[in-house]
């Protein structure tokens, strides 16, 4: 039996009809009452610009994003848009299902989506911090992200240049103000180090090789201690010359005899440098001892 041309597409045209309709139903059912659909790994998101035509980040890439993101009750948590419209970050292989690396993954550049994410995802596994009191654990944040770029190696280097040449210039700043705020006139030591006796030592001299007993306070420039032996009411003790405190110490306590008493100014070259100490100390920044030798051994 022949069939007619006509019948043929209009046959054609309603098997085809009937199969987009599958597919907006079918797809249409993968999404909740918010418009989320749900990944396999269980990330929920949702496409607000998409660019068919963008480039896929991958583990590994720095990336300059707009993002922010707010609680369940719709409070505003962080917002670019107060640190210049935008941040630049590494994409770290995802280390669990439904992180915020894998939301990161899934953008092309010029795509912006939403996407929810565990509060203890965010806060205990990917920052690595403790969640705000205000926020439940099993809460879901609400992130809006917008993938600008993916970031070359020579623009990373150029931009990290950049970045310490500015905080080495921010930190020198910083210090020149606070000597000429305190009236300090001392001249550093060839290395940087201000070195302000404040008690001369009776006792033995300080050598490399001793067990020095010391107490200490160890301040930022604002004022702010960060450490404090007094407070621990707790002597420490360190070799002189083995390596294991800041250049500033060596050099501070070697010019130290027992019983003295000081004040040490340490450029973050002789402390803890680019990289800074933890929470505790951020990168390129000046510390102040106030140091007590208490033996010499």
């Given amino acids: 039996m022949v069939i007619s041309e006509h019948f043929y597409f209009k046959s054609m045209k ?6 987009l309709s599958f597919i907006v139903l079918f797809t249409s059912c993968n999404r909740d009452s918010e418009g989320y659909y749900t990944a396999e790994s269980g990330l929920k998101y949702q496409y607000l610009k998409e660019n068919a035509k963008g480039k896929k980040a991958k583990t590994g890439d720095y990336v300059k994003i707009k993002m922010a993101y707010a609680n369940s009750s719709d409070s505003v948590l962080f917002n670019t848009k107060e640190l210049g419209g935008s941040i630049k970050m590494q994409i770290h292989k995802p280390a669990h299902k439904a992180s915020f690396n894998e939301a990161l993954l899934m953008l ?89 006796e404040t008690k001369a030592g009776t006792g033995k001299k300080a050598m490399p090789g001793n067990v020095l007993t010391v107490h200490y306070t160890g301040k930022f420039l604002s004022g702010e201690i960060f450490d404090s032996s007094y407070k621990r009411n707790q002597p420490f003790r360190f070799q002189l010359g083995a390596g294991n405190v800041i250049p500033g110490w060596e050099e501070g306590f070697s010019k130290m005899c027992e019983g003295g008493k000081a004040t040490f100014i340490i450029p973050s070259y002789l402390a803890y440098g680019k990289k800074g100490y933890g929470k505790i100390i951020p990168p390129y920044t000046t510390l102040i001892f106030e140091v007590a030798l208490l033996k010499v051994n």
């Fill in 14 to 19: 309603k098997i085809q009809f009937l199969f």
């Fill in 108 to 196: 092309k550049t010029g795509e912006r989506a939403l996407f929810k994410i565990r509060a203890d995802s965010f806060y205990l596994r990917t920052r690595k911090e403790k969640i705000p009191a205000f926020i439940k654990n099993n809460e879901y944040l609400t992130f809006d992200i917008e993938l600008l770029k993916i970031l070359s190696k020579k623009e990373i280097l150029k931009e990290q240049k950049l970045l310490e040449e500015q905080r080495k210039k921010d930190e020198e700043n910083l210090l020149n103000y606070y000597l000429n705020e305190n009236n300090i006139k001392q001249e550093p030591s060839i290395s940087g180090l201000y070195y302000i």
